[in-house]
């Protein structure tokens, strides 16, 4: 890698520590050749962007007199975690102790997203949402709001002045819920127009189409979010599909004459590339096949998934079919606002299936893999050259558990997986957001 640098030392900062990327899926093999790793390594941010990484005695000579580092002994640099499906509005319920799906909606999540009318309201948890995900070294993240306009252009607003590269979208749903939840058909479409028109790259931000899921919104409204789809082909898409028997069922007799819940959405052109569907438990290896056909990917949720006693999602036939898949927390039904936490979950899920998540595969999903599922993979994902500096200074120090488990680490997988075991937010000294220290936790000695 070339270490020649401009002799301006304009928005120029360096950090220094061991440094992890991911250039492609390492598989199931962890392959050598889909991952970088320095074990003392320089990324060099210029101007908000990557301007250059490697190993640090080779770069750190070619620095302009002046140039801020950021020196780390004990940590790991990795690219900022996203979150490819969670619902800010859901963040104060947040382990409510509901049943199933669709009890938990009735009893907890309605009453809850009512409060979005106000603009006050949702601004203040906004501000407390994404808070929490800087925190936890979340840096992206795929967001439902509530059936309210006004609950978007509040995350919008609280994500503007963060810089955060953030996909949200207005619920649509106009029936089987609260009449003061629903919207209609016309007024859905009317209100995500308005977000794409004002929102839509606008700083790092994008708007999404995004009907709650089939049983909450009429064949007209899928009608309609086709429709705004054809029309805005390049918006993303988000929903819900396939996470629990009995709204799959519901589905059923609500759409009698569609062959399955995934050809609902076929049918009304809402499975393309760009479309995010959450959980995805029970399909078809022919469904599976007809979302890679088409592009689209899936939201893996595993701590919201047996939080509610959902199911196991089946990774490895979504690999055998060539289906995107990205890590999620889908707050509030998942219980951890933390990609670390939600690592260590998707592992147990995998061990459960009979299957194995290793280390390097599930930062993969967190980071890269996570910005694939969700089309920004252009701008964030990973440190090549020019692109948009968000990541996350991990303390291998941080708790007396995890320095002694490092001390131990013999390979760099074995460093990793006791951040997915028992790492948490205090794991995380740093994340920086376009070059800016955003969130930042002092170390503190263990003794």
């Not at 949402?129 to 992206?140: A, F, M, P, V």
């Not at 589905?251 to 004459?257: A, R, T």
């Not at 979504?318 to 936490?341: N, Q, R, V, Y």
């Not at 200074?393 to 013999?410: I, K, N, S």
């Amino acid at each position: 890698m070339s270490s020649s640098l401009p002799s301006s030392s304009k928005g120029l900062a360096a950090w220094q520590a061991s440094i992890l990327h991911f250039l492609s899926d390492p598989g199931e093999g962890d392959a050598p050749a889909s991952y970088e790793y320095y074990e003392r390594g320089l990324l060099i941010v210029e101007d908000g962007r990557v301007r250059a990484l490697g190993p640090a005695h080779e770069l750190s000579a070619s620095l302009p007199l002046g140039t801020v580092v950021h020196d780390f002994e004990n940590a790991l640099i990795v690219p900022g975690f996203v979150d490819t499906h969670t619902h800010f509005v859901q963040t104060d319920i947040v382990a409510s102790p509901g049943r199933q799906l669709l009890d938990w909606l009735e009893h907890y999540t309605f009453p809850e997203e009512d409060r979005f009318a106000s603009a006050e309201h949702a601004l203040s948890v906004a501000e407390f949402y994404l808070d929490e995900l800087l925190r936890h070294g979340t840096t992206s993240a795929m967001v439902m709001g509530s059936v309210h306009r006004v609950s978007v252009e509040a995350f919008f607003e609280a994500a503007l002045r963060r810089n955060l590269r953030m996909i949200a979208g207005k619920m649509l749903m106009d029936r089987n819920c609260p009449a003061t939840l629903q919207d209609t058909p016309e007024s859905g479409y009317r209100d995500t127009a308005l977000l794409i028109e004002r929102w839509s790259k606008t700083g790092r931000l994008d708007v999404a189409i995004t009907p709650r899921f089939a049983i909450t919104s009429s064949p007209l409204q899928l009608q309609k979010a086709g429709e705004l789809a054809r029309a805005y082909p390049r918006a993303p898409i988000q929903t819900h599909l396939a996470e629990n028997r009995a709204e799959i069922a519901w589905v059923q007799k609500l759409f009698p004459e569609r062959s399955g819940y995934l050809d609902v959405y076929d049918h009304y052109g809402l499975v393309r590339e760009g479309a995010v569907f959450a959980h995805c438990l029970h399909l078809a290896d022919e469904e599976r096949a007809l979302m890679a056909a088409k592009g689209a990917a899936v939201a893996f949720c595993p701590t919201s998934n047996l939080f509610l006693g959902s199911g196991l999602y089946d990774l490895r036939s979504s690999d055998t079919a060539g289906l995107k898949s990205g890590l999620a927390t889908d707050i509030g039904g998942g219980t951890h606002f933390g990609m670390l936490p939600t690592l260590g979950s998707a592992y147990g899920v995998t061990q459960l299936r009979g299957e194995y998540l290793s280390p390097l595969r599930a930062f993969y999903l967190a980071t890269l893999g996570g910005a694939q599922a969700i089309g920004l993979e252009g701008s964030i994902g990973n440190f090549a050259t020019g692109k948009e500096a968000d990541f996350v200074v991990l303390d291998r120090h941080a708790t007396p558990l995890l320095e002694r488990r490092q001390a131990r680490a013999r390979t760099l997988s074995e460093q990793l997986f006791p951040f997915m075991i028992f790492g948490d937010d205090r794991a995380v000294r740093q994340t920086v957001i376009m070059g800016e220290i955003r969130s930042e936790r002092v170390a503190v000695a263990n003794s």
